[in-house]
Every structure is written in structure tokens, then in C-alpha cells.
């Protein structure tokens, strides 16, 4: 079934320790990618979205992901992580071309220790 | 830089009433849509809607609730007769075409 999969529900990380939150998808054809941040109570904020060329893209608050095609992964990471970094992250797609819905994964809470 | 509002930020109702939430979108999008996020879960979609219909509606979706843009600028939910179960928050998302969707502050329902 097509699907976005993050694996890790909870991740803990000591502040300025490096961070990779993982991101797979199921569908057929390239999806656009995204990455968003919700901090508690609050709204959805795009951190940074793939729709093709360079497989690096990077973001808004030092983060970047990757995409390998070859593993359906998308995944989000930081070089060092701040303590208002501590949010639940969602990976997202949009599974094809034009105004399409979009799928979010289950997300992965950050916490961050001092 | 151009947002998208909801309003209320939030709302308390007792089960069995209406309620109306509503989204003012970016004024040159198209498409506009709307996620449920009960609390402590991932972020569902519920409807996509563009050129005055709705385009696309998940199984939550029911008779309960329906959608409409009235006055060319506010885009609503409605839910006919609230459940316990529709409390969580409502986000409205819209869309130029293609790709990147702006998501609203959203919505706090909580019914009781």
C-alpha cells in the first residue's frame, strides 16, 4: 500500500549532538518530499521540500534532507541540534504532480536533553 | 509575507451542535484543503476542494461535515452534529498548484 513510514516515533539527543530523523515513502513514481515542524500547540511550519534536481536541499533552521531514490527515503538532518529544536517533525509527500493531497507520516517527536 | 488565518483559534461545543470553522487562504490560490490532527496522532487529511467542489474526500469525511467557500475569500468546515470524537485540530491548507501547501495556525475543537 502506498505510504510514508517514520520509523522512529520518539528521539532523544543531547543539544548540540548531530541529528537524522528517517523518512520512507511507498509510491510508485518520485513524490514530491517535504518536512514540516509542529512545536506543541501549534501549526504546521515547512522546514524544507524536494520536488527534483539536487538531491540536497536544505532548509529553513540549519536543517537539510536527502533524497536517495534507490532507498524510497527522505531523510531530515541537523549537524547540531538546539534546544528549540525539541518539536514533532513530519515527513510528508504529495504522491504526483499537480494540486494533489498531501500524506504525512506518523511523525517523530525530538526531545532534547541539556 | 502572505498566510493563511483560521479562525477560531479555538472552540469548545457541547456534542450534538454545529460548528463552523473557517479559513481566509492566500488570494491567489486555488486549491484549498482541510487536515485533522486528533491529539497525540499524525496529521490526517479530510478534504480537497477547488473550482467550487470538492475534488477529493477521505472516509472521515462523512454526511457530518461539508465544506464551502461562500464568498469567494472564506473557505469553512462544517460539522453538522458534533461527536466526541471530532475533537482535535483542524488545519486549512491551500495551494498556488502544484507542490507546496501552506498550512493556517489551525483550529482547536474540543467537544464535550
Known amino acids: 500500500a502506498q505510504s510514508v513510514t517514520q520509523p522512529d516515533i520518539h528521539i532523544t539527543v543531547s543539544e548540540g549532538a548531530s541529528l537524522e530523523l528517517r523518512c520512507n515513502y511507498s509510491y510508485g513514481a518520485t513524490p514530491y518530499l517535504f518536512w514540516y515542524v509542529q512545536s506543541p500547540g501549534q501549526g504546521l511550519q515547512l522546514l524544507l521540500k524536494y520536488f527534483s534536481g539536487d538531491t540536497l536541499v536544505q532548509g529553513i533552521k540549519g536543517f537539510e534532507a536527502e533524497f536517495k531514490r534507490s532507498q524510497s527515503s527522505f531523510n531530515l538532518r541537523k549537524p547540531s541540534v538546539h534546544w528549540s529544536d525539541a518539536a514533532e517533525y513530519f515527513c510528508a509527500v504529495v504522491p504526483t504532480q499537480g494540486a494533489q493531497k498531501l500524506v504525512f507520516g506518523q511523525g517523530t517527536r525530538l526531545t532534547i536533553n541539556p | 509575507e502572505p498566510e493563511v488565518t483560521q479562525t477560531p483559534s479555538h472552540q469548545v461545543t457541547q456534542m450534538g451542535q454545529e460548528v463552523i470553522l473557517r479559513c481566509v487562504p492566500i488570494?491567489?490560490?486555488?486549491?484549498f484543503y482541510w487536515y485533522r490532527q486528533i491529539l497525540g496522532q499524525k496529521v490526517e487529511f479530510l478534504v480537497s476542494?477547488?473550482?467550487?467542489?470538492?475534488?477529493?474526500k477521505s472516509e472521515i469525511f462523512d454526511d457530518q461535515f461539508s465544506v464551502e467557500r461562500p464568498d469567494g475569500s472564506n473557505f469553512t468546515l462544517k460539522i453538522r452534529s458534533t461527536k466526541l470524537e471530532d475533537s482535535a485540530m483542524y488545519f486549512c491548507a491551500t495551494q498556488r498548484g502544484g507542490g507546496e501547501l501552506f498550512f493556517g495556525e489551525g483550529s482547536r475543537l474540543t467537544v464535550l
Open positions: 488570494s491567489n490560490h486555488l486549491y
Open positions: 476542494f477547488y473550482n467550487n467542489e470538492i475534488s477529493e
